[in-house]
């Protein structure tokens, strides 16, 4: 019979970190955990299959699904000692997505299922009534935006209550409600449910089912689409569910949650990274709600649990031989793990780490090598930094947490739409309080994103880091009106279209346009400004390099037309040109018209002469080339484009007229040779070999 549900927790684990396919990223990682004596709450995951079955059948579950559900259920309860639906001794659990590829932020999470109006008297007894009603009031806004979709581009209703809510009472965060505060807040979040026309559910059973069905419909969302296509992540992969026990980082001060890397993400330098809230649940990290502390502040307040994670990180890190991305819970001074999976990071970060971790005897070179995207990764080590000289001219108006590095300049936008319009025009910088997942296609539009709230670890910031954007996060400083469209920062106040830049390696926020100059490998290879002693970045480029030089058994030669090209190409590692584009020579402004006149004339000592000129320029070009190549092959493509692209085009009235004049010939005489000269196929046709036959003196 066909299996649905894998059990994870102390007593039993079904799964494994190779079921990656079948359980999600999350749930394999789950499971992989529990069985290496990380310590993890219990759980159940139901299948990817499922999810591939609900589509494929008219959005139908299963049968069999709800005996293994309830089969699961009762394993929490025997694991943790609760009863779902308990209304003095509650079991709790959570409801997350967990697709085979990692979408961070791209699909749904409902957490403290289980609470109602019965259980969260028997909670507020048995704990406090402030966590039990802060709990419950977190469900019942979950409930309704995730499974009810009352969240949409308008924003979050239930947060639009609550900051009004807390300007009622003058609080500055959510802890300074008291537990009165909370249910008062909770009969204002039902009364929106029911101007919406609907009631929060009281029966666990009913919550859990729309969560499982809500987390299974927001496998095509419209975020998880965009997210999916940039990525190219297949559609029919579908994700799993992971129900867990929940554990309360909002149970006291000494309960927290947090996100951490076993590295630096930004810069890949060896040391644990991350953020953390105490008395807190795990999205307010990631959503950016409030912005949390640095993980080296957990060493003062409470060392235990940082050495804890010292010890799960180097134990993790060891298993999976990669850096990894946890989030992590603790309850009343205990800690669990919740989730860890391959942490995204820049391109600076990927070389870093892959070059670190061969040192380290983690991997070998070869593996080094293939984790290493060279069209992105490589790429980001290649891009510009600020000119220090000009940006100290320049004003810094805000600081924020550095997340992305790199150095951009852009327009502001506000709005994501915004965003992808403006980025057709110029470079725009996307600023907003904080981003949320449906931001992304404006994130992919920006030069750089620029954010009032979240930390290291928020959406934003994980966004960028994958993609290899400039970002800032959490510059508190920054007072942003999105009516105004306006965003202050102390005593400036900058309009949408001004120009603003950002400097991702050290959080500084700057007003105006600042200029760039190459990166540090550029300036060590090309410019020859910078000596290798002084360039850390190039060091780490070089050796991976120099592996890449060692494993490869094919020859790399590059696409030149120029002696600079060439010199680029050299110093990258060429051994010579594959292709040098004659044509490219041709259609340089000073000889395009000495071609022009080869092609049109009539008199056929006019066509010799403008083809000695060309044959000059030719020579010295080849000379240049074959000097900077020094002995190294060059391989020189015969003229290639059809004829007629070096003549204007048949509407381009203006030109022709100016070009005929020039020649001596007339308008008509000039569009019937651009005539007889057009091919419709690009392969094949008047040129290469076949050209030098019938024009040997070209």
Not at 44 to 71: D, H, K, M, S, W
Not at 175 to 182: C, K, P, T, Y
Not at 498 to 516: C, N, P, Q
């Amino acid at each position: 019979m066909q299996k649905f549900v894998y059990l994870f927790g102390r007593e039993r684990t079904d799964g494994s970190a190779e079921l990656k396919a079948l359980l999600g990223g999350k749930g394999a990682n789950l499971a992989e955990m529990a069985r290496i004596g990380i310590p993890v709450p219990p759980g159940f995951t139901i299948t990817t299959e499922v999810c591939r079955f609900y589509y494929q059948n008219g959005e139908r579950f299963p049968t069999g699904l709800e005996e293994e559900v309830r089969a699961g259920i009762s394993f929490l309860e025997g694991e943790t000692g609760r009863r779902f639906g308990d209304p003095e001794n509650p079991l709790l659990v959570s409801v997350r997505s967990g697709a085979p590829v990692s979408m961070p932020g791209m699909m749904d999470t409902i957490l403290n299922l289980g609470l109602n109006d019965a259980a969260v008297e028997g909670l507020a007894r048995k704990i406090t009534p402030r966590f039990a009603y802060d709990s419950y009031r977190r469900l019942i806004a979950m409930y309704g935006n995730v499974v009810l979709g009352f969240k949409d581009e308008r924003g979050d209703p239930f947060d639009q209550l609550m900051q009004e809510f807390k300007r009622e009472k003058e609080a500055k965060s959510d802890l300074d409600l008291s537990a009165e505060d909370l249910q008062e807040l909770i009969t204002r979040f039902k009364g929106y449910y029911q101007k919406q026309g609907k009631e929060f559910p009281q029966d666990p059973w009913e919550q859990l089912w729309g969560a499982i069905e809500a987390v299974f419909r927001s496998w095509n969302n419209e975020r998880a689409i965009t997210y999916r296509r940039r990525y190219r992540v297949p559609d029919d992969l579908g994700t799993a569910v992971n129900v867990q026990a929940m554990v309360f980082g909002n149970l006291n001060q000494r309960s927290g949650t947090g996100v951490a890397f076993t590295r630096d993400p930004a810069t890949g330098e060896n040391v644990l990274y991350g953020e953390y809230l105490l008395a807190a649940q795990g999205e307010d990290v990631v959503a950016g709600i409030r912005t949390p502390k640095p993980i080296a502040h957990l060493k003062e307040e409470m060392p235990e649990i940082y050495q804890q994670l010292l010890s799960i990180r180097e134990k993790l890190e060891r298993h999976y031989r990669d850096m990894q991305d946890l989030e992590f819970t603790i309850e009343d001074g205990k800690l669990y793990i919740l989730q860890t999976r391959a942490g995204k990071r820049t391109g600076f970060a990927a070389v870093r780490i892959a070059v670190e971790m061969e040192r380290e005897g983690l991997i070998s070179k070869e593996e080094a090598l293939l984790r290493i995207d060279p069209a992105e990764q490589v790429y980001q080590l290649l891009q510009p930094i600020f000119d220090p000289e000009e940006k100290r001219k320049a004003k810094v108006i805000a600081k924020g947490l550095a997340a992305g590095p790199g150095a951009a300049t852009g327009k502001i936008v506000f709005f994501p739409d915004d965003a992808i319009e403006g980025a057709k025009e110029g470079p725009v910088v996307l600023v907003r309080e904080e981003t949320s997942p449906e931001d992304i296609g404006g994130m992919l539009a920006s030069q750089a994103i620029l954010t009032a709230r979240g930390g290291l670890t928020s959406h934003a910031a994980v966004v960028a880091r994958q993609e290899g954007k400039v970002a800032v996060v959490g510059c508190e400083a920054l007072e942003i009106d999105y009516e105004a469209r306006t965003v202050t920062a102390g005593e400036v106040t900058l309009r949408e279209g001004d120009w603003i830049s950002i400097d991702g390696f050290t959080g500084e926020v700057l007003a105006g346009k600042v200029r760039t100059i190459p990166s540090e490998v550029i300036q060590v290879l090309i410019e020859r400004k910078k000596s290798p002693e002084e360039a850390p970045v190039y060091q780490v480029f070089a050796e991976l390099m120099s592996w890449a030089d060692e494993m490869r058994r094919l020859g790399v030669r590059a696409n030149a037309d120029k002696p600079d090209q060439a010199q680029v190409a050299l110093a990258f590692g060429a051994e010579g040109i594959g292709l040098c584009r004659t044509e490219h020579m041709f259609f340089a402004e000073d000889r395009l018209p000495h071609m022009q006149r080869a092609l049109i004339a009539k008199d056929p000592s006019e066509r010799l002469e403008a083809l000695k000129k060309l044959s000059g320029m030719q020579v010295d070009d080849f000379r240049g080339l074959l000097e900077v190549m020094d002995g190294k092959p060059v391989i020189i493509r015969l003229l290639d484009p059809p004829l007629h692209e070096f003549l204007p085009k048949p509407e381009e009235e203006e030109k022709i007229a100016q070009i005929a004049s020039e020649f001596g010939v007339s308008p008509e005489e000039l569009r019937a040779r651009i005539e007889g000269l057009r091919e419709m196929n690009p392969m094949l046709g008047h040129r290469g070999v076949r050209l030098g036959i019938t024009h040997p003196d070209i």
